[in-house]
Every structure is written in structure tokens, then in C-alpha cells.
């Protein structure tokens, strides 16, 4: 796995460059230190200092990497950097605009999420261990590749995983009623339904890579109920799916992805792809 480290020398992002070297394998990945000068005085040196701090972190880990230096807007040089290194996981801390410029033109948390090439994982805070991982999806295979990134992930940092699947109460394509919408998670795989099958399709993978794991159903409405669910259950990682989609349920998706970003206060994966 090739992991981008993004830094713009605040303490926010060297806490999210730290939280990504614990995701990185011994002789298995590599790290490019990024580091994005904006126009004020003092960032270069800032941003250097930054990474120089960061050196002696990467030694006991042993990963192969190396240190790059971009100057322009931070999340237009993050995205050609993701592009050209053809990186499988971009790191970030909760950086970007506020107040009105933040809706016109997006936050660069927000706008690298939108459209980066590969996986994100914006850190919130100083995140200080890894125990508890929280994986949302909405089924097919999609949500099983994403539970499978965050049982690889959890399997390496000895963490469990949560699988949260939510039975939304307002649904655009269906009209009738469903018992089911109202079911537990053990009802559903116990009546051996649709969404109980692929939970339990979700454990097996889990089991297979050792990691403990649970599964749960929440009622009502999509974000709300994630960001219930992420804050009730003091998780270290929320871990959502960003998959390719077309006309309005691609609009539909980013609207989630999105709202989920804003509610939740815990660091989120945002997975595209494999990692």
C-alpha cells in the first residue's frame, strides 16, 4: 500500500501523519511525506520543521519513504501529488476554510474526499490509540470491500470492528412496508433476508481475519443514525464506502458521504477501491 502523509505544518496534521504511520505494514508499504505551501509568510519553514519531526517516528517502523514539497492550493496539490504517485490511501487532518468561503469553494478535507482518486482518511483530533472500528454498509459487494479494508486495517492494529447497517425508514424506490425495515441485526440473519445475509457474509470475513467483530442494525435515517451510532459507541475509526455511481444516486452518495464527514466527530476512511 502506498500511503500519502499531507502536511501543511499544523499540529492537526502532524497528529493525522502520525495516525497514518500506524497504519503502515513493515516491508509491505510505502509513505510519501507531503508537505503543501499556501501563500503566508512562514510556511515553508514551518511545514520543514513539520516534517522534520516526523523523521525519527518513521525509523522503528521500517517502511521505505521519502519527503515532498508542493506549493499552490493545498487540496488542488494534494490531489495531482495522489494522482502522480499513484498513492492507494491520502492522509489528512481536518484542514481547509471556514465561514462562507468553506461552502462556496469546500474545506481541503472536503473537496480531497470528493475527488480523490484513491482511499482518505481525514483524522479528527489527536487520535491516540486504535481499538475500536465502526464500518458502515449498505450491502453488495461494495460494503464487503469495505469491510474487509477496515478488517485488514483492525487485524494489524488488533482492533474490533462494529458492521453498522442502517434500514432506512425513507426509501425512493420502494413504497410497500417491510417487516424487516424493523428487525434487529440476529432477526435478520436469522430469517435469513437480504441484508442478514450479507451481515453475515461481513462476519465470516472478519472471523477469517482474526479480528473480533460484531455486527448491529440501527432504524431511521442514514447519517443520522451513523453519527448516532459513531458518537454512542465511542469508536477511534468510522470507516464508509465512496463508490462509483451514476445520475442521482451519485448525488445521493456524496450528499451522505458528506453529511457524514460533518456529523461524525471521529476520524473517517473513506474507501475507494481496495487498499
Known sequence: MK??????????????????LRLARRGGDSLQLLGVIEDHAGAEQLIRHALEMLEPELQPIGVAHATNMRRGHAAEQILDEAAEWQADLIVIGQIGQRGLTRFIMGSTATRVVHYAPCSVLLVKGQPAVLQKVLVCTAGGEPGLRDVEVAGRLAAQAQAAVTVLHVMSQVTLMEKTYRPELEASAEDLMAQHT?????????????????VNCTVKVRHGLVVDEIAAEARDGAYDLLVIGAHLARGLSRWLLDDVTAHVLEETQISVLVVRGGL
Open 3 to 20: 500511503i500519502l502523509l499531507c502536511t501543511d505544518g499544523s499540529a492537526d496534521a502532524t497528529q493525522a501523519a502520525r495516525f497514518g
Open 194 to 210: 437480504r441484508e442478514g445475509a450479507h451481515l453475515e457474509t461481513a462476519l465470516r470475513t472478519l472471523k477469517s481475519l482474526g
